[in-house]
């Protein structure tokens, strides 16, 4: 899941996750990774993308983002 919280991420850093998520969708396809689920999308333009932390760092520091941490902490508790 996910949430939006307006201005918490620097042009820089999301300009960085953008860029990330281009390549990781090329390079996912190129391989034969499946971003598309015909049981559980409403249509081609949804893509799915597993395990971002694992194709790219910014999405660890996107993780470890302050106003993220709180969030979750918020919602599941400080141990998670």
Request: proline residues 6%; aromatic residues 8%.
């Amino acid at each position: 899941g996910f949430v939006v919280v307006p201005d918490v991420i620097s042009g820089k850093l999301l300009e960085r996750a953008q860029t990330a998520i281009e390549r990781i969708i090329e390079t996912m396809r190129a391989e034969g990774i499946e971003t598309f689920s015909e049981t559980l999308d409403p249509n081609e333009a949804n893509v799915r993308l597993y395990h971002l932390a694992a194709w790219d760092p910014v999405f660890v520091e996107l993780l470890r983002h302050p106003v993220a941490r709180a969030l979750v902490e918020a919602t599941i508790g400080p141990n998670w």
